[in-house]
């Protein structure tokens, strides 16, 4: 499989270093709030990352996925609701799996939390390695990493080395993206806030060092095989994870570095603070079910930025439900022979789907082979040239590419759990039934009225009448 990498600038071809098992980081959410749209866009592309090497390329997979559960805001945000910072960042570690369900996400291997003690004695046991090689120093309880020690720091961001301040520290966790500073690795307490003493001294761990430390402990001796996350962490923190890991260690950090490009919103002002990012709810609350949102996620190269709106969001959405009327229809042929020009176009849609997969994940590529064969196989079921084994070899051919995609799996997991409102749906759709076999037709059309307005067709047939969302 090729993979663009960060670290060099081009595609390379991807082998785990021991050939069997991957061994990957991905940086998680940072627990002070429910996850947004834009981070599950790049849990999304590591989830298809991670699919296409375990079921397309047969490795094993060794996953961690971390929650950044203390820093200022997950401090603020909890004292702000008067609870502890565990309770509060539990809530949102439990909306995060729930959401991950719901948009069809693997189950990794490892989800550490930075509190976690084993973690935290990590942590505190990479900063002492530093310390012992002479990188670290100390000023008013804190403990920094001194960037000057390290002749090839900014080797990821490919940092000017003009732009480097000597002696400058910086212990927030936010960070200026232009100017490469000595950054904290342990906060001395401040009052009132969560403290842990496991050798540094009374404090709590910067950002940067929980991700080097845990990575480590979890997957063992550098060079992992693949670190990832967004594109906005290239610089300062991924580049300061390598810092911490390389220098405590003396071995390379990670071989591959792979970054997702950004999620725009349709407005400009897209920050937290103004309340215009959108969650998994929002896009329930609008009508959409996840499995629209998984699809429009991964259907743009994950090295492109996307811009959001519902106009895409409900394109996305048609584009998968032409997906599952198709293969409904395949389902419903009954009988007839093997056609062998079947078979064979459905032999070089697989090929070509898999070349476009092992391409820096061309999702878009590997889409458009699908709708291709799609649109081919709708004509010979038109033209009775698909009869049960071909049937059979379609949903094979296509269960094979939702390996990779897990997205129609997932509509069909949604189709199967009715929620509360497709429930109201089917009774309105019922009530109907009963207006029409009682003759109160004005009323039976104003249902289907009110639920065309509410983005709901029905199709009335021989069996009764099916709803679909436009
Ligand atoms: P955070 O909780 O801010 O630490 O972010 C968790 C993950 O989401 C990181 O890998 C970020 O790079 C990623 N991320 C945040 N915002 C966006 C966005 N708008 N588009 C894509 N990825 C994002
Ligand atoms: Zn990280």
New binding site residues.
């Given amino acids: 499989m090729r993979l663009y990498n960060t670290l060099t600038r081009t595609e390379e071809t991807f082998v785990p270093a021991d050939g069997k098992t991957v061994r990957m980081y ?5 627990v002070y709030a429910r ?2 749209i ?2 599950f ?3 999304v592309a590591l989830d298809v990352l991670r699919r296409a090497l375990r079921h397309q390329e047969g490795y094993a997979m060794r996953h961690v996925v971390n929650f ?1 559960d203390v820093d200022d805001k997950t401090i603020t945000a909890s004292a702000q609701a008067g609870v502890s910072l565990r309770a509060y960042t539990d809530r949102y570690i439990q909306a995060f799996h729930e959401d991950c369900a719901a948009l069809g996400l693997e189950a990794v291997e490892e989800n550490p939390r930075a509190t976690d003690e084993a973690n935290l004695r990590a942590m505190t046991g990479m900063i002492q390695a530093l310390g012992e090689r002479g990188h670290t120093y100390e000023s008013e309880g804190s403990t920094y990493f001194r960037i000057a020690t390290m002749p090839d720091y900014g080797k990821l961001a490919r940092l000017d080395h003009e732009g480097i301040q000597a002696g400058a520290r910086v212990d927030a966790d936010t960070y200026t993206k232009h100017d490469a500073r000595d950054f904290v690795l342990w906060k001395s307490t401040k009052p009132g806030e969560p403290t842990w003493d496991y050798g540094c001294g009374p404090g709590r761990p910067g950002w940067h060092i929980e991700c080097s430390a845990m990575a480590l402990r979890l997957l063992g001796d550098g060079p992992i095989d693949i670190h990832g ?5 290239i610089f300062p923190h991924h580049e300061n994870e390598i810092a911490q890991a390389e220098c405590a260690t003396g071995r390379q950090f990670a071989r591959f570095w792979v970054h ?5 919103l349709e407005h400009e002002k ?1 920050s937290k603070s103004l309340g215009n990012v959108y969650n998994i709810q929002d896009i329930r609350d609008r009508g959409f079910r996840p499995s629209a949102l998984r699809y429009l996620l991964m259907s743009v190269h994950y090295r492109k930025q996307l811009t959001f709106s519902f106009d895409i969001l409900a394109q996305a959405d048609a584009a998968l439900t032409r997906l599952t009327d198709f293969l409904a229809r395949v389902d419903a042929v009954a009988g007839g022979d093997a056609h062998p020009e079947v078979l064979a176009r459905l032999e070089a849609a697989r090929r070509a789907f898999r070349t476009h997969i092992a391409d820096d994940l061309n999702v878009p590529g590997a889409l458009g082979v699908m709708f291709e064969v799609l649109r081919e196989l709708n004509a010979a079921i038109d033209a009775r040239g698909v009869g049960r084994p071909d049937a059979e070899a379609i949903r094979a051919a296509f269960g094979e590419f939702d390996q990779v995609l897990g997205v129609i799996s997932l509509r069909r997991a949604e189709d199967a759990t009715p929620s509360a409102d497709d429930a109201e749906i089917t009774a309105l759709v019922e009530a109907r039934r009963l207006a029409r076999v009682n003759r109160q037709f004005a009323l039976a059309d104003q249902i289907r009225v009110d639920l065309d307005a509410r983005g709901i067709i029905l199709e009335d047939g021989p069996a009764g009448t099916r709803w679909k969302r436009k």
Avoid: K, S
């Avoid at 997702?260 to 725009?264: G, I, K, M």
């Fill in positions: 991905t940086c998680g959410l940072t996850g947004h834009g981070n866009r790049t849990f950044t996350g967004g594109i906005d962490l997702v490009e950004f999620l725009n897209m």
